[in-house]
């Protein structure tokens, strides 16, 4: 068996972090997963699984706590809005 490192330090540009209005913003990557994530969300709250959708917001949260270590202008709660918050 073999050991691959998989911890990939994450490396924001600062200046795109925010939009017109100042806003800041998730990047490319950070819309991957929050998207990911809130598509799991979503499809666990339509079957009523409470449960699932509890172990995806924690997922949510974990990704979330590694995402602001790398980067302390990381918005928290705009990344969980947007995983788990059931789009129109």
Request: charged share 25%.
């Amino acid at each position: 068996m073999s050991v691959t490192w998989t911890h990939v330090p994450v490396v924001a540009d600062q200046d795109r972090r925010t939009s017109g209005s100042g806003e800041i913003t998730l990047d490319p990557v950070e819309q991957l997963i929050a998207r990911v994530l809130g598509r799991a969300h979503r499809a666990a709250e339509a079957l009523d699984a409470p449960n699932e959708a509890r172990a995806i917001l924690h997922l949510a949260q974990s990704f979330a706590d590694e995402l602001a270590a790398a980067n302390p202008r990381f918005d928290r709660l705009r990344f969980i809005e947007a995983a788990t918050t059931v789009s129109p």
